[in-house]
């Protein structure tokens, strides 16, 4: 089983995979609500991700991928506020520190960069390449939030994915 996450402080999108980590089985955004801490939400994420491997991982070795933040040396790769970076890196500490104390079937951790998984895609060409990597049955296994603005962090976790099962955007 794979899970790849798209870690965001605010919203983080998560991905399961079966068939030894090929088959999208659901995706979907976590968004914190304002009166939940950084640290808070990201054991709140970590509790699902482990809860939801416990019931279904039935393949023994569990794969987690998440995306580590980047910082981008060019201006115009740059977005918002590049101290945001740090918060996020942060959080994928947190995350990672609480996947460990839960209660998991053995596994690994993966941590690829933006540029390592789906290159310098525009958003909407990465999104255009990974709903065609789906099949219409998976497309419909994927939940996302309310806000338009989330949505990249479900598409990105399940392109973490993709990207981590060969099935490239890339290419």
């Given at each position: 089983?794979?899970?790849?996450?798209?870690?965001?402080?605010?919203c983080?999108?998560?991905?399961?995979?079966?068939?030894?980590?090929?088959?999208?089985?659901?995706?979907?955004?976590?968004?914190?609500?304002?009166?939940?801490?950084k640290?808070?939400?990201?054991?709140?994420?970590?509790?699902?991700?482990?809860?939801t491997?416990?019931?279904?991982?039935?393949?023994?070795?569990?794969?987690?991928?998440?995306?580590?933040?980047?910082?981008?040396?060019?201006?115009?790769?740059?977005?918002?506020?590049?101290?945001?970076?740090?918060?996020?890196?942060y959080?994928?500490?947190?995350?990672?520190?609480?996947?460990?104390?839960q209660?998991?079937p053995?596994?690994?951790?993966?941590?690829?960069?933006?540029?390592q998984?789906?290159?310098?895609?525009?958003?909407?060409?990465?999104?255009?390449?990974?709903?065609?990597?789906?099949?219409?049955?998976?497309?419909?296994?994927?939940?996302?939030?309310?806000?338009?603005?989330?949505?990249?962090?479900?598409?990105?976790?399940?392109?973490?994915?993709?990207?981590?099962?060969?099935?490239?955007?890339?290419?």
């Amino acid at each position: 089983m794979r899970i790849s996450i798209d870690p965001g402080v605010n919203c983080t999108g998560v991905a399961w995979w079966a068939g030894r980590g090929t088959v999208l089985l659901g995706a979907c955004g976590f968004r914190r609500s304002a009166n939940v801490s950084k640290e808070e939400f990201a054991n709140m994420i970590a509790t699902a991700v482990a809860s939801t491997a416990r019931q279904t991982n039935k393949e023994g070795e569990l794969q987690i991928i998440i995306e580590f933040p980047q910082a981008y040396h060019e201006r115009a790769q740059q977005k918002g506020d590049q101290n945001d970076l740090l918060h996020l890196a942060y959080f994928v500490g947190l995350l990672h520190a609480d996947l460990i104390q839960q209660e998991l079937p053995p596994f690994s951790v993966f941590l690829p960069l933006p540029r390592q998984w789906k290159g310098q895609l525009d958003k909407d060409v990465s999104l255009l390449r990974i709903t065609k990597k789906l099949s219409a049955e998976e497309v419909a296994q994927v939940e996302l939030p309310s806000a338009k603005s989330l949505h990249h962090n479900v598409w990105d976790a399940v392109g973490i994915g993709l990207w981590k099962t060969k099935r490239a955007l890339c290419r």
